[in-house]
Structures are given as structure tokens and as C-alpha cells.
Antibody, heavy 115, light 108 residues
Framework: QVQLVQSGAEVKKPGASVKVSCKAS????????IYWVRQAPGQRPEWMGW????????RYSQSFQDRVIFTSDTSATTVYMEVGSLRSEDTAVYYC????????WGQGTLVTVSS | QAVVTQEPSLTVSPGGTVTLTCGSN?????????PYWFQQKPGQAPKTLIY???NKHSWTPARFSGSLLGGKAALTLSGAQPEDEAEYYC????????FGGGTKLTVL
């Protein structure tokens, strides 16, 4: 069955970086893009962008394109999302999602930014 | 950036029908915005119910349907069940995705 399993919760200080992983299984890894969405506590979700593991093309939301990098490791069937220059407003649950139909969601990774 | 609007809250009686809408400040919502609908219950990840305006996933209950209505995207729930009480978000694409503010649906 299709699964996206994300790395565990992180606590970071302002100005630091965080890298969240999303390990995919149950389908051909290079067939579909992986999307990233985050949700701050009590807020609406926020679309961050996507990466295509087959050609490593990426698309970033304007809100994130200066601080976020998506990467992919086909041998590990894992996609990564790194956010730099963290600030308190980046405290959120970060989700990876499979495919343009946004069918399968990872369990989410809580990133807490606090001094 | 575009702003996507939803009703903040709606109430439906068990067995009743309710329509949630999703509008855009840039004009009418069309199929070219590829509207999505998500259901989120407290403490859980969102679940995608509808994609590309009308398409359902295998797990989407038949009582949910998506459409375009009066220049907006719409999610209609026919025959509401207590377990449908949740927050519902829509997502529209403008090259990049923008989520609406969500509708808190109460089944009462």
C-alpha cells in the first residue's frame, strides 16, 4: 500500500535550518510529484510547492522560494524539504503529499521554532 | 496574492444537505483553478475528498460531491452524518496553490 512516512518532530532556534524527510513506498517513486504543505497551529494549511523525483524539477510558492529547498534521493525513495533562516512563524506541522491529486498524506512533522 | 474565501461556519442537521463554497477575489472560479476540497478533524492531517473540481478519491463517501456553482467551487454534502463534523478547506491553483480559510461544519 502507498505510504509516506515523515521524520520526527524537531525543535530549532531562530535562524537555524531544519530538514524534514518523507520516505515513500508502495508505488513507483519517480512516477509522481511530491507536494509540501504546512499548517501552523489553528491556521489554514499553506501550500509550499512540489518536486518531481524523475527530473528534480521544483516549484516553490513565492512565500517560500528564498528559504526552502526540495531535494530527492531516488535510491532511498525519499524526498527532503529544508527550511532555512527559521523564525517563530515557521512553527507548524509540515506535510508531504503524493501526486497532483494530493491523495496520500504523510503523518506530518511538527517543527517548533523557539529560543 | 490571490485570496480564497469560504464561509467561516455552517450548520447542518443530520440527514440534511449543505453546500460549502470557495470563492476567489480574482473573479469566477473555473475548472482551470483545479479546485480541491479537504476534510480535517481535530488532531488529524487533512484528508483530500475532491480534486479537479469533481473527482473523488476511493475513500470519499458518496454523499460528498464537488461542482462549480455561481462562480465558485462548491462542496455539497447530501445526507450529513455526525462523523462529517469537521473543518473543510478548499484549495485553488493560480500557478501555485492557495488555501481558503476553512469552513467549520457542525452537524446538529
Amino acid at each position: 500500500q502507498v505510504q509516506l512516512v515523515q521524520s520526527g518532530a524537531e525543535v530549532k532556534k531562530p535562524g537555524a535550518s531544519v530538514k524534514v524527510s518523507c520516505k515513500a513506498s508502495g508505488y513507483t517513486f519517480t512516477s509522481y510529484a511530491i507536494y509540501w504543505v504546512r499548517q501552523a497551529p489553528g491556521q489554514r494549511p499553506e501550500w509550499m510547492g512540489w518536486i518531481r523525483p524523475d527530473n528534480l524539477n521544483t516549484r516553490y510558492s513565492q512565500s517560500f522560494q528564498d528559504r526552502v529547498i526540495f531535494t530527492s534521493d531516488t535510491s532511498a525513495t525519499t524526498v527532503y524539504m529544508e527550511v532555512g533562516s527559521l523564525r517563530s512563524e515557521d512553527t507548524a506541522v509540515y506535510y508531504c503529499i503524493l501526486g497532483q491529486w494530493l491523495g496520500y498524506w504523510g503523518q506530518g512533522t511538527l517543527v517548533t521554532v523557539s529560543s | 496574492q490571490a485570496v480564497v474565501t469560504q464561509e467561516p461556519s455552517l450548520t447542518v442537521s443530520p440527514g440534511g444537505t449543505v453546500t460549502l463554497t470557495c470563492g476567489s477575489n480574482t473573479g469566477a472560479v473555473t475548472s482551470g483553478h483545479y479546485p480541491y476540497w479537504f476534510q480535517q478533524k481535530p488532531g488529524q492531517a487533512p484528508k483530500t475528498l475532491i480534486y479537479d473540481t469533481t473527482n473523488k478519491h476511493s475513500w470519499t463517501p458518496a454523499r460528498f460531491s464537488g461542482s462549480l456553482l455561481g462562480g465558485k467551487a462548491a462542496l455539497t454534502l447530501s445526507g450529513a452524518q455526525p462523523e462529517d463534523e469537521a473543518e473543510y478547506y478548499c484549495l485553488l491553483y493560480y500557478g501555485a496553490g492557495v488555501f481558503g480559510g476553512g469552513t467549520k461544519l457542525t452537524v446538529l
